[in-house]
């Protein structure tokens, strides 16, 4: 339902600009260009799976021109697949940021000439519809998306034969001509400004305030794609009240689903939340260490990046990697360059660089409450480590690493004693 919302909403953007995109998320065969082709096809039978107007492959100059020609309809952008050496994914997540982004902000990249003289930018004018194996990088840029993830095997493949099926007939294109008809004398009388405020108001008021701000605001305006629709169909093809109440019902409890998944990646794409994960990954594989306040190792030193060296008399307990901060009364106080200096490295080696600074960082963990104190207008606090006073962000150990206590570790060491192992 918000697919075919984003379609007829799409054609609304002479009156309202869209400042969001779509993107379908799934693995291959979870027939994502399949549904894109059905959604292209309601401006014209000549688009379907195998013919959408634009592919990740093309350049970004090539994907922002073509955005901003195909005025008032869906421009799909298809395969967004992050492959390659790590340049070359790097240049796939920024061309996707610059193009997506262009969209939510209605804003583009000007340009000078040859004889420097200033060249527009290309903004886009209709609505952004992407489908990938991968979502683009970046907190901000997700939040600009309305992202919807398809499982292997959930999509109604007779409803999507059917789908196409209509849109080879002409008929979803029909439709798309129909409706703009109607909205022309809509626009005539004046009354296509208060059509789509009261949509989006009646939307907006239905949705889950919880989650990312632009979240509501982008459902919303999906939806009221749907609503200018129903409305169409009241008018001129006698659907009932009950059969509107019906189709607003299902796509309401569609968009609610598509909120909860939205409020989970908006979380795990936080520069929060990716900082505690890649904290966590530091010192899980010994790149950094964590020592107690006289700078020596900790109580269950395994678990912050200390190891066992040497054999019989001559163990000793060693820290791995670099030192970044200190762990005492169930807190973790970190040196904030010396952990980006670990966890920033790490996150490129990952394919989605930490870029943020040190001082945003800081910020979002403090707003995400996962500081365990800090100062009076502060997002640091002072400590006395080996002798002198630091400043440090300090988290709560439960943050990082939910630690088993002795009695349930000797259970489970005695269970798996006596556990046969075949």
């Known amino acids: 339902m918000l697919l075919v919302g984003a379609a007829f909403r799409a054609t609304l953007s002479e009156f309202k600009k869209c400042t969001v995109s779509i993107f379908l998320q799934g693995t291959t065969g979870a027939f994502k260009t399949a549904i894109s082709g059905c959604i292209q096809a309601f401006y014209g039978k000549e688009f379907n799976g195998s013919h959408l107007p634009e592919n990740w492959s093309s350049t970004n100059n090539a994907m922002e021109k073509k955005a901003f020609l195909c005025k008032d309809a869906v421009f799909t952008i298809d395969d967004f697949v992050a492959r390659g050496t790590p340049s070359e994914v790097s240049r796939l997540h920024r061309g996707a940021e610059r193009v997506l982004r262009a969209q939510g902000n209605q804003s583009g990249r000007d340009r000078l000439t040859s004889t420097t003289a200033l060249r527009g930018a290309y903004i886009p004018r209709g609505l952004i519809l992407a489908t990938g194996e991968d979502v683009p990088n970046g907190h901000s840029l997700q939040a600009r998306c309305v992202i919807l993830s398809i499982k292997k095997g959930a999509t109604d493949t007779?409803?999507?034969?059917?789908?196409?099926?209509?849109?080879?007939?002409?008929?979803l294109a029909q439709l798309m001509s129909n409706f703009l008809s109607w909205?022309?004398?809509?626009?005539?009388?004046?009354?296509?400004?208060?059509?789509?405020?009261?949509?989006?108001?009646?939307?907006?008021?239905?949705?889950?305030?919880?989650?990312h701000t632009?979240?509501?605001?982008?459902?919303?305006?999906?939806?009221?794609?749907?609503?200018?629709?129903?409305?169409?169909?009241?008018?001129?093809?006698?659907?009932?009240?009950?059969?509107?109440?019906?189709?607003?019902?299902?796509?309401?409890?569609?968009?609610?689903?598509?909120?909860?998944?939205?409020?989970?990646?908006?979380?795990?794409?936080?520069?929060?939340?990716?900082?505690?994960?890649?904290?966590?990954?530091?010192l899980i594989m010994g790149a950094a260490h964590l020592a107690n306040e006289r700078g020596g190792y900790p109580k269950d030193f395994c678990n912050w990046g200390w190891k066992v060296t040497g054999v019989d008399k001559y163990e000793k307990v060693e820290g791995q990697g670099t030192k970044i901060g200190w762990i005492f009364n169930e807190s973790i106080c970190l040196?904030?360059?010396?952990?980006?200096?670990?966890?920033?490295?790490?996150?490129?080696?990952?394919?989605?660089?930490?870029?943020?600074?040190e001082r945003a960082i800081n910020k979002a963990l403090y707003e995400a409450g996962m500081l365990a104190k800090c100062d009076e207008g502060r997002h640091k606090t002072k400590v006395s480590v080996e002798g002198r006073r630091v400043p440090v962000i300090c988290l709560p150990v439960s943050r990082v690493v939910d630690l088993v206590d002795d009695e349930a570790l000797s259970k489970d060491h005695a269970l798996?004693?006596?556990?046969?192992p075949f």
């Open 158 to 171: 007779d409803t999507l034969t059917a789908l196409q099926d209509l849109a080879e007939e002409e008929v």
């Open 416 to 420: 798996q004693k006596h556990e046969s």
């Open 335 to 357: 040196d904030m360059k010396a952990a980006l200096s670990v966890i920033k490295p790490l996150s490129t080696r990952l394919g989605n660089h930490l870029g943020s600074s």
């Open 214 to 282: 632009r979240m509501r605001d982008n459902l919303a305006s999906l939806m009221s794609g749907i609503w200018l629709l129903l409305q169409f169909g009241k008018e001129l093809c006698d659907f009932s009240e009950s059969e509107i109440t019906r189709l607003k019902s299902a796509t309401l409890n569609a968009a609610n689903k598509v909120a909860e998944l939205q409020i989970t990646a908006d979380k795990e794409a936080s520069d929060a939340d990716r900082f505690i994960e890649l904290l966590r990954s530091s």
């Open 183 to 211: 909205v022309a004398r809509k626009a005539d009388a004046k009354q296509v400004h208060d059509l789509m405020k009261l949509a989006h108001s009646d939307c907006m008021i239905k949705l889950p305030t919880s989650g």
